[in-house]
């Protein structure tokens, strides 16, 4: 998967996550559906932790200006 924004990923996830708990998904679709998803979640917790470092950083840049 192409890099991708925060809010189309979180989307897709949510889908994926609708899709598997209604449960009417063939086994092999459920599966692809499941790595996908994982795929995603690992992207949006990157997503997130690289935001956290650059607001530490700003924030670390605002303590020096007082």
């Known amino acids: 998967m192409s890099k991708t ?3 189309t990923a979180f989307l897709r996830l ?3 996550a609708n ?6 998904l ?3 679709e459920s599966l692809i559906l499941y790595e996908e ?3 995603l979640a690992n992207e949006l917790r ?3 932790k690289s ?3 650059k607001l530490v950083i ?6 020096s200006v007082d």
Do not use: F, R, S, V
């Open 58 to 63: 700003l924030e670390l840049g605002e303590d």
């Open 37 to 39: 998803g994982n795929t």
């Open 5 to 7: 924004d925060y809010q």
């Open 14 to 16: 949510e889908t994926i």
């Open 46 to 48: 990157i997503m997130l």
């Open 26 to 28: 063939p086994l092999e």
């Open 51 to 53: 935001a956290e470092q």
């Open 19 to 24: 899709a598997l708990e209604e449960g009417n």
